[in-house]
Structure formats: structure tokens, C-alpha cells
């Protein structure tokens, strides 16, 4: 029988198949809607719109049906749209599926996360990092396998519908081990807690999270620009960028867990935040194409650990006596995050159009930078909660 662990780990790859699936289709969806780039990008804005509006109700759909109910459904959910992105005739018709699959995929991040912190508090130890080195492996699994089905004409609905399928045969072979975390009317009642919104430890980790995010879309949308633009470096080898960003922050979240367990949350945050923001700095200001992409691969590297952590430590934010809890904070740091998504590729588009494009990606090494000062900070505002907790007991 197939354990949580491997279950969860599973999960988290098929959420990044799913969106390494239909990415690379776009200039396919393109060319077959006759959609200019301004009509497109505003279809394509509905999946993170979708993602935004899921995440921020997710948690409290958990915690009503369980972890396990959700992952099932929001897995299937994500099945079904992938193959309507490919059907689409029309670009709002594209918008409309991409709202839906968006907040599929959505759901699924947050509860894949909340079954993940479950599966930790089991083991007893952190392993956050491992589950999303599977994203990023699933990532580029799906990503080269939709390479593959453009090179042999395949149109996109047929492509995104056997991936669907694909993702439905996965899920059902791992279906025994998902974890089966209680509905909320099923435990104990929660115990009193300050309101979201007014514990400082939740916004520091948010703004973790959403830093990490604005630097990890940055590399994904611009990296490529980049060294066309400022180290004149070929189209087809500046499109490398992002896979040596990606490749060294899949591999680097495998060692994650031992790093946050050997040196601490905090000090594994402090030291990524300063490897990506050198990184990106790096790529950014030094007019050697070589440097470039050594400074993608640092910042992949440094922002390995930054999101998993942000919501492992979310999740022990929200521990409750009985050992369960922490939906709630979960989905509240990861519907920041998504905002991070959502409006730092047009904010550093802006930036790049009223200075360049090296100056936005300082600015975006400076922000991961700044992962270092909330991670400090997001310490000590636990390390108070804690001892409020204990002085009134």
C-alpha cells in the first residue's frame, strides 16, 4: 500500500504537471484563437484570478470536509479543465476555462500543502521541501513531455487531454494513502485564536512567501528577455535561463528538509534569501552571459526552501491542542503569495518600461533579499505567541 509520504509527494508533482501541461501550449493556443498578446494575456489572467479566489476559501473547505476530500475533488476538478484550455474556441472562452482551472489547481495547492504539514507532524520532523522538490520535478516532467507533443503536431486538446488523463490514473494510483485528516465536525473543538489578520506572525510569513513568488515569476516571464535584451545572448539559449532556475530549485528542495532540520527554519530562509538575492543581482548587472546564468541558477537555489517553509511554519502557526489545525493559516499565507503572482509580472513589466529591464530584476533580487529580515522577524513573533500561550495557561 502506498504510504502518505509517497502519496502527498505524488500530489504535489501532479500539480506541477498540470500547469507544465498547458504553459507550454500557449503560443499553440495562440496561433489557433488568432489571439493578439494583449487579448491573450488577459485570458490567461483569469487562471490567476481563479488561483487567488480558491486559495482564499480553501482553508476553510478543509477544515469542513477533510484534507483528503479535497485533494480527491480539486485533483479531478483540475482533470477535467485541462482539455476544455485546448477546446476552447474562442479567447473568453480560454478566460473562463483558465478562471477554472486556476481555481482547481488553487485548491489543491492549499490542501496538497495542509495534507503535507499533517504528514510532517507525523514524522515529527520537517520534510516541506521534499514535497515541493515533487512540483517542480512534475514541472518539468510535463513541461518537456508537451515539447515532445508540439514537435509531433499534436494539437492542444489532444495533448492536455491525455495529460488529464494521466494525472486521473496517478491520482487513483495513489488514492489509498492520502491522508485522511478528519472533517472539522469530527475533532475536538478548536481552541480560542486570535483573528488572522492581527497575528503579525502570519503576515511576516505571507510576506515570505510573496517575495519568494515575485522572484520566482520574474524568473519564469523575464529571465529570458533578460539576457536577450542586456547580455545579447540568442533567443534559444536565453529560453535556457528558466531551466537551469528550475532545475536547481527542484534539486536543491530535495536537500531542504535537512537543511531546515540540521540549521533551522530561519537560518535556512536567511541563507536562501541571500543566495537569490546575489543571484539575481548577478544576472541582472554583470555583462557576462556565463554569469547570467550562474546567477539564475543561485537564485533557484536560494529560493528553493523560501515557499514550502513559509507554509510549514504557517501551518505549526495554527496547531491546535489535538495535533490538527492550521488550514486556515495556510490558506491565508498562500492567497497572499498568489497576489505575488498575479501582480508582479505586469509591476516589473512597468518597472523595465520606465527605467530597463536590469534595473527590475535589482529591485526583484532586492525583495528576495528581504526574505532574510521577515524570516528573523517571523521567529520571534512565534517565539511571543509561545510564551503569551504558556503565561496564560
Known amino acids: 500500500m502506498v504510504g502518505d509520504r509517497v ?25 489557433r484563437l488568432h489571439a493578439a498578446p ?16 480558491a486559495a482564499s476559501m480553501s482553508g476553510r ?7 483528503r476530500t479535497a485533494i480527491i475533488a480539486s485533483t479531478l476538478l483540475t482533470c477535467v479543465f485541462l482539455p476544455f484550455v485546448g477546446a476552447a474556441g474562442s479567447v473568453p472562452a480560454l478566460g473562463f476555462v483558465m478562471f477554472g482551472l486556476g481555481a482547481s489547481v488553487g485548491a489543491l495547492d492549499v490542501s496538497m500543502n495542509i495534507g503535507a504539514v499533517g504528514v510532517e507532524r507525523r514524522l515529527g520532523r520537517a520534510i516541506m521541501p521534499f514535497f515541493h522538490a515533487g512540483f517542480s520535478f512534475g514541472g518539468l516532467i510535463a513541461s518537456s513531455a508537451a515539447g515532445l507533443a508540439a514537435a509531433h503536431q499534436w494539437s492542444p486538446f489532444r495533448h492536455l487531454l491525455v495529460a488529464g488523463a494521466v494525472v486521473l490514473i496517478a491520482l487513483l494510483l ?38 519568494s513568488a515575485i522572484a520566482e515569476g520574474a524568473s519564469s516571464d523575464w529571465s529570458a528577455l533578460l539576457l536577450v535584451t542586456a547580455q545579447h545572448v540568442g533567443q534559444a539559449a536565453a529560453a535556457l535561463a528558466f531551466a537551469v532556475f528550475s532545475l536547481t530549485m527542484a534539486v536543491t528542495r530535495l536537500g531542504g528538509a535537512w537543511a531546515q532540520n540540521r540549521f533551522g527554519p530561519v537560518r535556512t530562509l536567511v541563507a536562501g534569501a541571500a543566495l537569490a538575492g546575489l543571484g539575481l543581482v548577478l544576472a541582472a548587472v554583470v555583462p557576462v552571459a556565463g554569469l547570467a ?17 513559509a507554509l510549514s511554519l504557517a501551518g505549526a502557526a495554527g496547531k491546535r491542542a489535538d495535533g490538527s489545525g492550521g488550514e486556515r493559516e495556510i490558506a491565508f499565507v498562500t492567497t497572499i503569495a498568489y497576489s505575488g503572482f498575479l501582480a508582479g509580472p505586469p509591476v516589473i513589466g512597468g518597472i523595465a518600461q520606465l527605467s530597463s529591464l536590469p ?34 495557561v
Open 61 to 67: 473547505l478543509v477544515e469542513r470536509f477533510g484534507t
Open 7 to 31: 502519496a502527498v509527494f505524488v500530489v504535489f508533482a501532479l500539480n506541477g504537471a498540470a500547469y507544465g501541461s498547458w504553459a507550454p501550449r500557449v503560443p499553440a493556443l495562440a496561433e
Open 359 to 392: 534595473v527590475s530584476f535589482v529591485l526583484v533580487g532586492f525583495l528576495a533579499a528581504l526574505i532574510a529580515p521577515a524570516a528573523v522577524g517571523a521567529g520571534r513573533a512565534r517565539h511571543r505567541e509561545l510564551t503569551a500561550a504558556t503565561a496564560a
Open 38 to 53: 494583449g487579448s491573450l494575456g488577459l485570458a490567461l489572467l483569469g487562471g490567476s484570478i481563479g488561483m487567488v479566489v
Open 293 to 309: 546564468f550562474a546567477g539564475f541558477g543561485l537564485a533557484g537555489a536560494g529560493l528553493a526552501a523560501s515557499f514550502p517553509i
Open 174 to 211: 495513489v488514492l489509498p494513502g492520502l491522508p485522511r485528516a478528519a472533517p472539522r465536525a469530527e475533532r475536538a473543538a478548536p481552541i480560542a485564536r486570535t483573528a488572522l489578520v492581527r497575528r503579525p506572525v502570519l503576515w511576516l510569513l505571507a510576506a515570505i512567501a510573496l517575495c
